[in-house]
């Protein structure tokens, strides 16, 4: 977690050349694509007056139902004689017309419902919602139907209805936009200035909720375009002679059986401008709000991918429960993988409690992940290194192998027992299946052993609680939880992730003194990640001090602590405050800070 | 699992059930009230909008007296809902029979298209998105992520057209229109064939909708914390995914399911029409044609409450999957 962070970081400062939301969207290919395709169409129905087309109205009775590529009608004619082709344009520039001024109405009514309502805030803001909320309630068509019902059948009457089914999306994202604006401190300073409500709403909101309002109309209009034709083929918008793609469907629909073409033609055409426009409207969206980016995230791997460019064969000798050579594991970043633990080495022995401690960034979470392949990959790749359970190579072997020793002889504690824990399944359910991967036992047996964890965990009401879920919990309650979870299959080694990190201090003193008691009673050995020394000295054998990737210092509890060799261990040392210090810690930590501060400059 | 069967029926669930059905209220009543008004703005004389121009004198004076319309909007919106709650929905004089007794008739078939439509985009919809999703960036994942952009791009009046050429027309293997056949027909084999055709058109959006929605969830669900814990318990990847992260994903998908029978009801009006389905999307478009009022506010009125229902279904749905919504 924290060395993925601490990627990122990297990837800020080196990507100062930001590519422009233009050079993003081209960069997409769909997009592009939809952006020329709707270009191409949108000049030729803008210049159709100036083409060689024949008049789109002239009938021609002789001239019946020409077929495809006919002279002079290079796409035929329709049942009345007239040229499919100058129909196709000129219905093209009626649809395309009539959809983007919807667009531009429902744009412009919704976002000033939307701009009034999160600027007001209070009752104007909830009376306009819940009326908002109301035409939401319909389904989408049905009140477009309602409204040409009351205006009656036509073009503009259509027009209007999708406007007004369509002001509600506008409104809702904008109002949301607009009410984390509202307060900001800009905002303040302009109405301290004495500006007025409507120049602030103007002047200082509507900049900032504009990229909202286009990416809200790229990928809406498609979708008017479409309804606005739509009720032109149920003979509810357009009406003739006057004719837009859709009616022109509808019209064609009746010869389907004997001349298809007619009705392929306008339905193609709608088709590929929808199409196109939704192409380009998500790549704006994109481009624009990368938050946004549907699917955006690749799927974790079962198992880190392990690609070792090194491989030590040689391992400490002896009753090492855990031993870690030279373990390099890298996030793939833009410009190739970046290292986050570089050559990290430590063993640690049965029974025994190996304090990792480091600042977040440092890859103590990273190297306690790569263990058994736990990193997200991508981007994480164990890179090198060895990894040695019981004198088992386990880098090297088949992902089954690997997932069978998680939760079997190696398992995890992690910080945060309400994000690690799912929400969705009562924890006795989540450790009873814990029990039931390594364990042939029924459910009924794994549900018992489950409720003799919690007792062991000392969880109150544990039969009771068993069917609670996570949420129902508290933080204390929940990361006994995530102990007795670990606890499940009698493992060997426990790696603990910061286990008491998220938890107050109280609650925290009393997991360490759990965590030390079953260690002492079921004679684990104990990989335990911190960043606070204090920790460290209270349960730990041994410790490992990480930075930036790097093990820098190692030995026993008490010699490091004594006589700490590097600055960095000086320094986390003194953050540790010890009763009865008073100022005097805080200007130790300075002078340390002040000191590091020197020397890297 | 099984002990979660008890929480279902438990008191907490009812309590929250009756909740949600108590939340409808309020929302049916403004969805009359902006039919009403809707109805209302009509312009010139409503009797005459209602009976048509042809009405005797007699008819309207009847009419104006029934519903009230000499008096002030508000109580002319209370007689017109006491009507309905006592089954009157006034009578459509075109049809020459009661809205109501049309509507229920219509809105049978509509339930059947619409609801066979549902059922499919969500079985589709949910499979193909954890599909593309656990097979991101393979050849299945393009191939649904292509279909689907052509899904969500289709003018379904014009891929009904489409599949009524091709399936009906050139292989002769369905049925192009109607219900029933008109001769012999009238069984559920003869319903159902006529069915395939229409309910497949109808559900082709809300499949890629689902989908999409299904593989962004499914993906970001992957990458909590809790899925991680899965995998460091030792679950094989398929319980890791399709028990623990379909289950999270689903709780997102859930109401986006209930919105798409919004959009399924919403294009039967199409669909109906286009494959001639005796629904009341098609007696709507009919209705709106020969402004036969009544009937279009009594059909807009009963497809939009049933919209809310549906989505009230997808609300409960929701509070079983996630215990956290139920308070």
């Known amino acids: ?601 | 699992m099984f002990g979660s069967l008890t929480r279902i029926i438990g008191p907490d669930m009812l309590a929250y059930i009756l909740r949600r059905l108590i939340a409808a209220i309020p929302v049916l009543i403004g969805l009359s009230i902006i039919v009403f008004l809707i109805m209302a703005l009509i312009p010139g004389d409503p009797a005459t909008a209602i009976l048509g121009a042809f009405a005797t004198p007699e008819n309207v004076a009847r009419i104006n007296q029934q519903l009230g319309l000499d008096k002030p909007l508000w109580d002319q919106y209370f007689i017109w809902v006491t009507n309905m709650l006592q089954g009157d929905f006034g009578r459509s004089y075109i049809l020459n029979r009661p809205v109501l007794d049309e509507i229920l008739e219509r809105f049978s078939a509509t339930l059947i298209l619409a609801g066979t439509s549902l059922v499919v985009c969500s079985i589709l919809g949910l499979l193909a998105g954890i599909v593309s999703a656990v097979r991101q960036f393979t050849w299945v994942d393009r191939v649904v992520t292509f279909f689907v952009l052509i899904g969500i791009s289709m003018p379904s009046f014009f891929l009904g057209l489409l599949m009524i050429i091709v399936f009906a027309v050139q292989w002769r293997l369905l049925p192009p229109s109607g219900m029933f056949a008109v001769y012999g027909g009238g069984d559920l084999p003869d319903l159902i064939r006529h069915l395939i055709l229409p309910a497949a058109t109808l559900s082709v959006v809300a499949t890629g909708v689902i989908a999409r929605l299904t593989r962004a969830a499914m993906l970001e669900v992957l990458r909590q914390d809790y899925v991680r814990t899965a995998r460091a318990k030792g679950l094989d990847e398929r319980t890791v995914i399709y028990k623990h992260a379909f289950k999270a994903a689903l709780v997102s998908v859930v109401p986006v399911i209930g919105i798409q029978a919004g959009f399924v009801l919403g294009g039967a009006v199409y669909i109906e029409t286009v494959f001639q389905w005796p629904g009341i999307g098609a007696m709507l478009v009919k209705a709106i044609s020969t402004r036969d009022i009544l009937l279009v506010q009594g059909g807009v009125l009963v497809v939009a409450a049933a919209y809310v229902f549906f989505n009230l279904i997808a609300d409960v749905a929701q509070a079983l999957l996630d215990p956290r919504l139920k308070t």
């Open chain 1, 1 to 601: 977690m924290s060395g993925a962070a601490a990627v990122k970081h990297v990837e800020v400062i080196e990507e100062k050349s930001r590519p422009t939301a233009w050079q993003l969207l081209m960069n997409n290919t769909l997009a592009a694509i939809g952006f020329y395709v709707i270009c191409a169409v949108v000049v030729i129905a803008v210049i159709a007056p100036l083409l060689p087309i024949p008049n789109p109205d002239a009938t021609s009775l002789a001239e019946r139902f020409l077929p495809f590529g006919s002279e002079g009608h290079l796409l035929g004619t329709d049942h009345l004689g007239r040229d499919v082709l100058a129909r196709l344009i000129w219905g093209t520039q009626i649809s395309l017309l009539v959809g983007v001024s919807a667009s531009i109405i429902a744009a412009f009514f919704g976002s000033a419902i939307g701009l009034v309502s999160g600027y007001a805030g209070g009752r104007t803001d909830n009376l306009m919602m819940r009326g908002i909320d109301m035409l939401m309630a319909f389904p989408y068509i049905l009140l477009a139907l309602a409204i040409v019902a009351v205006l009656g059948p036509g073009l503009m009457n259509a027009l209007y209805a999708i406007s007004v089914v369509n002001i509600p999306f506008f409104a809702r994202n904008i109002r949301g936009i607009t009410i984390g604006l509202a307060h900001r401190e800009f905002v303040d300073a302009a109405r301290l200035s004495g500006k007025s409500h409507l120049s602030i709403i103007l002047t200082e909101i509507l900049p900032n909720v504009m990229p909202v309002i286009v990416i809200t109309m790229s990928t809406t209009v498609g979708w008017m375009i479409l309804e606005t034709a739509g009720l032109s083929f149920l003979g509810l918008g357009a009406q003739p002679p006057q004719a837009d793609l859709g009616s022109m469907l509808g019209e064609a629909r009746t010869q389907m059986f004997t001349h298809p073409f007619v009705a392929v033609a306008p339905g193609l055409m709608v088709f590929i401008i929808v199409m196109s426009i939704n192409l380009l409207g998500d790549g704006v969206r994109d481009a624009l709000d990368p938050r946004l980016r549907a699917g955006a995230l690749s799927r974790p791997r079962a198992v880190t991918r392990i690609e070792r460019r090194n491989t030590p064969t040689s391992q400490p000798a002896g009753e090492a429960a855990l031993s870690v050579v030279e373990l390099e594991t890298s996030f793939e970043g833009t410009k190739g993988p970046e290292p986050a633990v570089k050559g990290v080495s430590f063993s640690l022995n049965k029974g025994e409690c190996l304090g990792l401690i480091g600042e977040s960034g440092s890859g103590k979470s990273v190297t306690a992940l790569s263990l058994l392949g736990l990193v997200a990959s991508p981007p994480g790749i164990v890179t090198g290194g060895r990894v040695d359970i019981d004198g088992d190579d386990i880098l090297s072997m088949p992902e089954t192998q690997i997932t069978s020793y998680r939760g079997g002889k190696v398992a995890y504690v992690f910080q945060d027992p309400l994000t690690t824990l799912h929400p969705l399944f009562s924890i006795g359910d989540q450790v009873a299946e814990a029990i039931r991967v390594h364990q042939p036992v029924s459910q009924k047996e794994a549900r018992a052993k489950a409720v003799e964890l919690f007792k062991a965990v000392r969880l109150p009401d544990p039969e009771e609680r068993a069917s609670a879920f996570p949420h129902e919990l508290s933080g204390g309650q929940r990361q006994r939880v995530g102990i007795a979870m670990a606890l499940a299959n009698d493992p060997e080694i426990i790696i603990a992730d910061e286990p008491t990190t998220a938890l107050d201090v109280t609650v925290q003193a009393e997991i360490l003194r759990l965590l030390q008691v079953l260690r002492e009673e079921r004679g684990l050995a104990l990989l335990f990640i911190t960043h606070d020394f204090g920790v460290v000295a209270q349960i730990c054998d041994k410790v490992a001090v990480m930075r930036y990737g790097e093990i820098v210092e190692a030995g026993a509890t008490e010699e490091v602590l004594r006589n700490p060799q590097h600055d960095y261990t000086k320094r986390l040392i003194a953050c540790v405050p010890k009763p009865g210090q008073g100022r005097a810690f805080l200007e130790g930590v300075r002078a340390l800070l002040d000191r590091e501060a020197r020397g890297g400059a």
